[in-house]
């Protein structure tokens, strides 16, 4: 495998055209005020009581899915699907490099060079490696190098997670959940699969519809809410984005909803910034609802790279992130910058995306992952 092959990026994955905010870009002063309107009516709701099925993706209407819940086979069949690219990445040349090979300091060179291509960071990389050079006259195959890499990597992952990585709905009604992140990153699609996956679990969803910068945000999120049979709370195009947040949290306290989810703008609309916009949100969560949001999550596309890092170091400072989401997966056979990311940040990962289908979004595990990876 040539390494030309791995350095392919963003293909046709992101249907959204428009620019990703480079995150050296991302200004981190506010450049004009928006007013503090914070109780404003709801101009629209739409309601829908469908159970979450798996028809069309409003989005890929191509993708057929098989039922709501997803038994541990399909699972891990739609995990390793979606890391086949990494994995051919790993795996195939992993399994190469041990050909009629010893393991000597050319092939842990070798092998620390094709961990780092996979975005595993270089710390980890070479930590693995040297793990590797310490045992390695007990290595007598190439599964037992894999498998080996698996236990270093979940080893360090586990260090820094601390066993957070599950979400929590206990003691909250409802949670609040801000989803946060730029441009066409993947936001709206991973509510939407988020709350088809709560409803699914029986939970009562709330969406709240804070990109108001365009109407087709709202839509999209409309389309999601019915077909997830999660509730949409919306105003018209360019109001305030925390009073569409107060409202849902409003509506969502009235009707005993479990969760609501608060999707947001992902680009800078001229002269406001990002940032600010999403603090306003945070502070007018947290009048109506003392502690909310109860969870802030970063939705990265994992295809940007180390560009994701630079991403969650500045919204982490901004707004403080609880959690993460890695999503596109499927279109970079650089999956292992989960690992680098979530060891760097020092954040749990919640969810991961690895496909554009509603059933395409999971509950990060890393064992799980480390074993579809390699
Ligand atoms: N292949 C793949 N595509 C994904 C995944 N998640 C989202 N997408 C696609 O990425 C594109 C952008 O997704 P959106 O959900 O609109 O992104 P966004 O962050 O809400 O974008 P803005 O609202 O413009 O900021 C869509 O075409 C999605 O279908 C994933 O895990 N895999
Ligand atoms: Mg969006």
Redesign the pocket.
């Known amino acids: 495998m040539s390494f030309s092959l791995f350095g392919k990026k963003k293909s046709k994955?992101?249907?959204?055209s428009?620019t990703h905010i480079p995150s050296k870009e991302m200004p981190d002063s506010m450049e004009q005020e928006t007013p503090e309107s914070e109780a404003g009516e709801p101009e629209v709701e739409i309601r829908s009581d469908k159970v979450a099925s798996t028809e069309e993706?409003p989005?890929?209407s191509s993708k057929k899915q098989e039922t709501g819940e997803q038994d541990q086979g399909s699972f891990f069949k739609s995990l390793k699907k979606?890391l086949s690219k990494t994995r051919a990445l790993l795996t195939t040349d992993v399994d190469d490099l041990l050909l009629g090979r010893k393991i000597d300091e050319s092939l842990l060179e070798e092998l620390e060079e094709k961990l780092i291509t996979a975005d595993l960071g270089v710390e980890t990389s070479m930590s693995i490696v040297a793990r590797i050079r310490e045992v390695r006259g007990r290595i007598q195959s190439g599964e037992d190098l894999k498998a080996l890499i698996r236990e270093e990597i979940l080893r360090e992952m586990d260090e820094e997670n601390q066993g957070q990585t599950q979400e929590s709905f206990m003691g909250f009604s409802p949670k609040v959940i801000l989803v946060t992140?730029?441009?066409?990153?993947?936001?709206?699609?991973?509510?939407?699969?988020m709350a088809a996956l709560y409803t699914r679990q029986g939970k009562k969803v709330i969406l709240a519809a804070g990109?108001t910068f365009?109407a087709a945000?709202c839509e999209?999120l409309g389309m999601w809410a019915e077909r997830s049979g999660a509730t949409l709370i919306r105003h018209k195009e360019n109001s305030d984005p925390a009073s569409v947040a107060f409202d849902a949290l409003d509506a969502a306290i009235a009707r005993k909803a479990d969760i609501v989810l608060v999707?947001?703008?992902?680009?800078l609309h001229n002269k406001v910034n990002l940032m600010e916009e999403l603090k306003k949100i945070r502070r007018t969560l947290d009048k109506r609802m003392p502690g909310a949001p109860h969870e802030t999550l970063l939705?990265l596309?994992a295809t940007t790279g180390q560009n994701a890092l630079r991403q969650a170091e500045i919204f982490h400072e901004a707004v403080g992130l609880t959690g993460l989401v890695l999503?596109?997966?499927?279109?970079t056979a650089r999956g292992g910058i989960v690992v680098s990311i979530q060891k760097q940040m020092g954040l749990p990962i919640r969810y991961?995306?690895?496909?554009?289908s509603m059933e395409?979004?999971q509950p990060f595990d890393a064992k799980a992952f480390l074993e579809a990876m390699f």
Not at 13 to 16: E, Q
Not at 263 to 267: E, F, L, Q
Not at 352 to 356: C, N
């Open positions: 994955i992101t249907k959204n428009e993706n989005e890929t979606g992140g730029v441009n066409g990153v993947g936001k709206t699609t991973t509510i939407g699969k990109d365009r945000a999209q999707d947001t703008a992902g680009r939705v596309d999503t596109k997966l499927d279109g991961i995306g690895v496909g554009e395409d979004l």
